[in-house]
């Protein structure tokens, strides 16, 4: 046998061939014979794909001639600071977790899938199938989901989230109890970045007000106003992404934006016209209400007056999807969660989307070669993320009209609905 690993870089030099034919051996579920001609690992782009990874290509050449193509997502070996914050986090445990565990659990036979197939677990990465080489695309993150993409990431959406209900009702059936999947899996359904005492998450929160009351066009006494209980709007939003109570709740993804949603389409020379979609990038996942996740897609990804001005198709659409998926399972999705509960649950949703939206836009709203060369470099990301993200975002406001419009209006929205608006 023939191996050649090409490698583009040494970060992927911890590939070995033993590990090769481990991703075979995981991915061969029909035990047929496979007898490798040649590999190769490479970079997955010479952008960056996320912020907290490190993402690999590998194409493997088996001696019949047909060629098989994997994904991996991997912990930074390259630089400190990204690898220091998944390690923190938990994320990539988290999941790993989800991966190999809960979604093994909870996907449905008929309900097409919503992400990605696991092939393994290696040391510090996962090895994923190739979206790309299913026709899986990423939009540029600069061009806003118009209706067409808005109701396919929807309809993803309401199946994912039909799956977490579907294995409830199976699960309660199966013990005769009222059964959740938080009381199995909570330890891995935690908070992740999302909390007060998170430094990430305070930089997030201190940055944007940083950069209202530097640039925004709000006199001292708005600014004021704003100040005084933006920790608290900050902190309300927080609460909204726990287990609730009073409303239906399922795993949540959390992380919505651009890059983690990719798009499939009939013709691959008209882009306009998706016909499927699926998600990725699960390492924030937590149990809340679906509308959370519906609210944080529309903030994070329309331009926000087509969002409120189609808010109402939006909403009825994926409870309308849900429910028919739930209907071809005989679960009743009124018995569920009427469709009051979910718009008065999107309401208040709102602010919990917004929020993640002004923590993420400031970091993805910039230019591929500008975000590779700031993030890539381990003081900058730790400077950035860690320590002052308000010089950051203030930098990139002054530098750049665009961002500081896009970046803007998202702080102005959250001022206006939540600290303006207050008697």
Partial sequence: MATTA???????NHITEEDIKLILAHYNRANEEIVIEDYSVHNASDKMLGFLAEYWKVKVLLSNRKVLRFFIKAISRSNAAKAN??????LF???AFFYSVIKENIEVPGIKPWAARLITALNDAMVFEDLNAKQYKLRNKFARFDMAHTLQALKTLARWHACSMIYEEKKSKENGTNYKINDEYEKSLDKGGYHLSSEWFYQCMMGALEAMKSLSDYNEAEINSIESCWQDVWSKALSLSDYSPHQKNVICHRDLWNNNVMFHYKDDENLSEPDDCVLVDFQAIRYQPPAGDVMLL????LDPKFREENLDTFLNFYYEELGKILDEYNVEIKEVMSKTEFLTSAEEQRQWGLIVCACLIPQFWIDDDLTTKIFCDNEQFDEILSKNKGLFIKK???ENSDYKQKVMEIFNEIANRYCLSRK
């Avoid at 914050?85 to 938990?90: F, L, N, R, T």
């Fill in 6 to 12: 090409t490698q583009q870089n040494t970060q992927v």
């Fill in 85 to 90: 914050m998944v390690k923190e986090m938990h």
């Fill in 93 to 95: 445990d988290k999941e």
């Fill in 298 to 301: 529309l903030c994070c990804n």
């Fill in 396 to 398: 990139m406001m002054r």
